[in-house]
């Protein structure tokens, strides 16, 4: 159960736009908590996850690994590839198309 659910962006403003004193329990990668926590000190911002959220790594999503990932891709080698059982599989198209389907 939630109140509010949202990517990125919609969590930033959410916790921009409250009011002081108000409490958020977000389940993302620990860096953008962390970083929301220290710039707004006047609400209460803490990780779902108290040990390390499973997002840790989502931090590494950026130009410089994109363009590694994409130059094997064009020298045809497949790096960092994932993969899942067909019941995660599933659940993971479910979940992909209800993000997609609210933006």
Known sequence: MTDQVGL???IIRAVE????????GIGT?????????????DKTVVTLDPLV????????????????????LVEGKVVNQITVDDETARWAR??????????
């Open 53 to 72: 959220c499973p997002c840790s790594t989502m931090s590494r999503i950026d130009l410089p690994h994109l363009a590694w990932v994409l130059d094997h």
């Open 17 to 24: 736009q409250a009011a002081a004193g108000t409490a958020f």
């Open 8 to 10: 990125t962006d919609f």
């Open 29 to 41: 990668e620990i860096h953008l908590v962390n970083r929301l926590a220290h710039e707004h000190p």
């Open 94 to 103: 479910v979940a992909l198309q209800r993000m997609l389907d609210i933006t």
